[in-house]
């Protein structure tokens, strides 16, 4: 059950109408790293969350993702307010005041979003700061925890860095302290998920994801599971192999990095066979192409021996 | 520079034909979390990184990501050949045939998808595993290179997921045998990412992201910057307060979790002005309301004492 | 602000798995009409509401639009929770027994969402029953109350309409006791908006919207503004002319309805000056056309004389 | 069949170029509620109306429809002339000079559309006043002929409004005039719509819709069926029940409106199952959370008791 | 197998910042017609190319195909990196900067991208210059090499004509350079894949597409297979009738262009029957409409003479 | 202007119901290249045409497109009976019914397209044969009247292919006259097309596009204008060379078709800057990356020397 009532979570406050910012904020409510989208996928998420009922960290969880859904509507609502205030003045006829005492002021008006006063009247939407219309495919839920917490926090973090460069974008002190606050949200929210992975038992514990297929129970492709490979033509001419990832054990303390500083291909080509007369596919008169005398070597390719990938066969020992 | 040879990564076999498990697959190709995702994504990180030239740290990461999306493309090569090998043997033709033969198959015939035969002439499409074509909303690359390396993360993770899932789906060991490398390479690439973020300093260098904005930059608003809040609306009746993220240090080792039991608010209820005449917004032959004479108390609320925010209020010392 | 517990409105109960009608239930929950479009809809339009502050009747629409939003937030949830447990029992291990037991339980399988297991391990998601993600230009909230209480009586009109139809592909009682629960919701709901129109002063006060703009601020166009017109290529063979439209009174008590029963127009044909050099518009080597010599009457257009409008002139007084 | 000539319905006069208005007018033309989507709108429910053979009202609302559709394509066409005058002498030669000429101007050009110079070669496109493309999802034909009714004189009250709104935008008599006559046609649109359902019986026929499921066909469900429920957290705090629609008859003339002032919830919360192995969908190394041990009271929810629904109760008589 | 280095294929060189430009640049890049479509689309016509390992000219095709695919992900690199130059000094605090010298230069920057800002941070998007995100079903592959090399033509047509637009929009030497290089190549790619279709055996072979389904294939509409039809209301207010598509041999020599000057129909009316009580589609209360007995002759259409098509019957010669 | 009747182009029967095959059909109305889709771009292109009043030649091209706008308007018509008809009988009481009678036909109406009971109430939707409603996206209108007939062409190729394999999809004879019928007019619309080519001066004239930027006035790119770049890692590995494309005379009959062989680069690697504070985009703590010390040689790439590129340079002459 959800009640309500009409108070903001944190006061919203605008010196003065600004009807380009309001396009910007916009970014926040409605982007694809918005509220609304946090705000949705945290309410998917915590309804779908499967075995809650028998297991009380599952539980903890399930009531997390649902309070912090409750707190991110009200970020919703408190965007949609500013929004609404920074348009405060921005309707057709003060427009052409404005625009008749200044022609800066004519072109900033310019730059703002039409639909902002033809369609919603002076309000805001659910679209980004260019009018893309917020889409259903922003949200993951996943059903497995441990990724989804995962994914949370790249949406508070790209939400954040969102915020920090629109907050750059204004100086009226009351929306740069509604903004301030929603940073400190947003740090928060970041590492909440992450102690939800720690809680989980920490990235040993749940990478990779899923868990349950750990790289011995890859068969063969085992000896691949911890390997960098690098696609650079000339091997000198990458630093790939030089970082963290190219050696030393791995982030889940089951494996070792290595580097296989060489392209690496285990596959031959593929031509697919030719399509049946009734997909109307291939060549019109002649479907099959046999009665195309092949002239000279034409269409045969020669051995391609550019790419070695000795350092890759060496590893996984087939294919020499 | 981009080269190429006809040789797949690793080789793709298909024991039979299979329409249906062809839809499937498309979502690994096409998907939000599809190959052509992390292709697109790496190769966009990797152009517009920032800063290469003077720090070697970010020559390599850039390395690195140009690499991995060679090796991404190869893997929507790789899924591409196994869509149209799938689909071998399902062109109209064909499928009139076997649905003469068994109402099973032309039930299962029904499944498939049209656009594999009508649109694409038996071949692989940019879409997910209902159509919906591929969006290049699905990319992220924001210039912050700690929340991409996390985000890149995510999308093996989610994309890891979903490979699993789907090989669950089949029985044809050729195919699974091509998803079981893939899900070799992915756990690679999870690792990897986020050894790119140890590399960088770790969690409590790299978060919160941004970094510079840490809890100490925020003012007043440092105070709610590591405090979980509840929204339940009876606080004896969730359990958001009993985990890891309620106490103890926090994950970037900058502060300490605290946890607020009681819905927590500080701002008030904000009714917007009314708009001027032509925005059209508000009532018919009155827009101010000035004519319409309040009966009663109707229209004014009373005060709304149901959700006390003590702990809030005590916390952040103002709104008592 | 916003408060939970984790109570559903009105009980879900599932007799038995169905994965097909899983994927049906997705129209109600994230289509155009699903319910969280109206959750959607009713916050921005209760968010954006200007002058509720002045105006007693306002603030009581204000209060019913967030009201009714808290309401469909809890069908939302009732519809996730629905599919959550139509799809248990879905997952690939027990469909694979399920599809050797009986081909036509595989043929079935066939038609359900593959993203339902692939990308939601057996959750629901903001799609339609197709998988189109859910889409912010779904919602509208133009400002105009008039104009948007018409809009939420017809979202949930064609949203009663469908769940009606979604209940009749279905035995499953539990299931349908819920959906008859919604279908009574929504009638109220049909009412409650029209209702709002009434306490406005009902169809002749706030008809036509916009309000202001009666026929009588048009000037000259006021003579076609209760004037329906034709376009059949032969009066005599359509019935246009006889609806309760072609005459009486006008719905807004403001007019009369007319009729003109042969085509209307009162424009002359326009063709678009020849574009730029830079446009790269035109024919190549000849931007203008000037120097193609037309040969007899070529490109010259007889007057036109087969579409007559007399009536329409009659009416109109011009262009005779 | 359909014919055609090249005149207009109405003139079409552009006074001056003005690419930044072209970008608003777009709205008109390509938005939700613009032209080319009630001609759409209008065919397709022409075209699927089912049973006008043997009825003639649904005859002579086939032929309204399909008359209504060839106006509104003229429409299109008219708005699409527009655009193209507005656009004449924006070709980036002619930009380029007047930017020279002042900075203003220079500005204002910056705001312009630029699809229309470099896609469109300065004509219109099937777009929005951002670009956003136009949307099949915009149409709705239910088949329900009432329900269509009512889509349709929404569409035309919000496309209605948003021209009233483009009009302010332009001191451009030539185009205010073109607007004027289109506002004169969309306010006859509107009443002509109501004027069909007035026909079919009028409100209390109509109403609920589908009107096959009335209150009392929903069994136990009719209790709630005129039942407006707050979900205020304080009840005294929101105006919700001083409305029309809490009291008196009902719309449809068939039912008392009646009003719960207090949160109303009659079913329980569900924890979903734990999904099965091969969803990956649970703790890792533990799917099913059965070897970690509760401690405490830990993951146990005390009995919510903060949200009281006696009236709720007493109304359905369950769950006291 | 596709490998790299981080040389560009042509020298990218930005004379000074221009934000403004960097968004229109945005339509090469990300937009129907830009890089990333063609990229993408020659890589899975190239993938799904059926029959290549027999026939020689396929396999041509096939390596041209991924070779050209190639040189694209450069041109996509290229503008990628254009337009990171172009927004290099456009950051939030260069900007205040730049906008409190001048407000002629505030408004321009009023007009940038406010993504490129917020979401990329300095950096390119997979969208166009409005915005809108790529979107995979801009890519076209059907399995007919003919229409595919056809389609690939128009996609470099229509692409060139965009950058050389584009190219008029900038003074910038260096810009200027690099796209001037892409016309060449795009000049070269219009040419190439006609030249495939010259290999094919030329426009009297491949036409028409698909080839197979000659007007000799098609029964008794043969007739119409080559016959121009007017749909002008009156036919000497048309000049449909006068081009050389009207008489002359047919483009594939298969046939001779005629021309039908009045308008054409074979067809009935056709109105759909009533549907069935579970659609909820009819007439409230009458469903069928059995009950409304009809007044006179209303609804009963009369027979239409007014268009009449003498010249398609004497074609056809039924229907008299 | 634009008149109808209710007189189809012609004919449509079918034999039977069979919602599945509706669901194909969609592909023809509402897909990229369905009828939809050329309705709509003949129409914007012949509004938008500008030059048409001084040249007859552009006069007759305006007609024939909007003439032709008005044959795809009925083919939308006779798409949308088709689909009306073809799902008469598929009502949920009626499929319930069927399935009940037979598990095959429960199996078959499991793969029907849910949305055509759900939401269209046995109708057609504008929308392709997976529900992804129709894009304005999908329409090209250029300006340019040579790039646009070629467009104009192709999407009558795709078109028709699409056609093609939809009938081979049914047997109902009805069905298939209709199609037969569309599979002549679309063989008509392709040669028309291309015919407005021919008459415009044929290849040689229009191309390259636009044509007014010939190969001679791109400077010093001349020299790649007519030259097929390979991009394979080893020359002898590909048979690019060997094609129409790669030797004689170019199609526009300006230039001559040259090879080069080896991959080709003038461009030099560019790390973009750092990016400034602001962003937030670089090492955190450390934006600019300056007090990171670089150990040995880490991070600086050696001179990539396996790509040779001499042909290239020997063709363009600078960076040897």
């Given at each position: 059950m959800y009640v309500r009532n009409n108070r903001l979570q944190y006061p919203v406050r605008v010196e003065k109408p600004d009807p380009l910012f309001a396009k910007q904020v916009q970014e926040l409510l409605g982007?694809?790293?918005g509220e609304f989208t946090v705000m949705a996928q945290y309410l998917q998420q915590g309804w779908g969350l499967r075995g809650a009922e028998s297991n009380p960290k599952l539980t903890r969880i399930k009531d997390l993702l649902l309070d912090t859904a409750m707190e991110e509507m009200m970020h919703v609502e408190m965007l949609s307010t500013m929004i609404g205030l920074l348009l405060t003045g921005a309707s057709p006829d003060q427009q052409a005041q404005a625009a008749d005492a200044s022609p800066a002021v004519a072109a900033v008006l310019g730059g703002m979003n039409p639909r902002h006063v033809i369609v919603a009247g002076l309000g805001a939407q659910y679209a980004d700061s260019l009018g893309n219309p917020w889409n259903g495919a922003y949200v993951t839920a996943s059903g497995n925890v441990a990724a989804d917490m995962y994914t949370n926090a790249i949406c508070e973090m790209q939400g954040r860095l969102q915020a920090a460069r629109v907050r750059e974008l204004t100086d009226d002190t009351g929306v740069r302290d509604t903004l301030t606050f929603m940073l400190a949200r947003d740090l928060l929210h970041q590492e909440q998920w992450l102690a939800v992975v720690e809680e989980l038992g920490g990235a040993t514990t749940?990478?990779?994801?899923?868990?349950?297929?750990?790289?011995?129970?890859l068969g063969k492709h085992e000896k691949v599971a911890y390997a960098v490979m690098s696609y650079s033509a000339d091997p000198a001419a990458t630093t790939t192999g030089e970082g963290r990832w190219a050696s030393d054990p791995s982030i889940d303390g089951k494996g070792t990095f290595s580097y296989i500083a060489e392209p690496y291909a285990e596959g031959t080509s593929v031509d697919l066979p030719a399509a049946p007369a009734?997909?109307?596919?291939?060549?019109?008169?002649?479907?099959?192409?046999?009665?195309i005398a092949p002239k000279g070597t034409q269409g045969k390719r020669a051995k391609d021996t550019s790419l070695i990938h000795k350092i890759g066969d060496a590893i996984t020992g087939n294919e020499a």
């Open positions: 982007g694809k790293y749940v990478l990779p994801i899923p868990a349950q297929l750990t790289a011995d129970t009734a997909i109307y596919g291939s060549l019109p008169g002649d479907p099959t192409g046999a009665t």
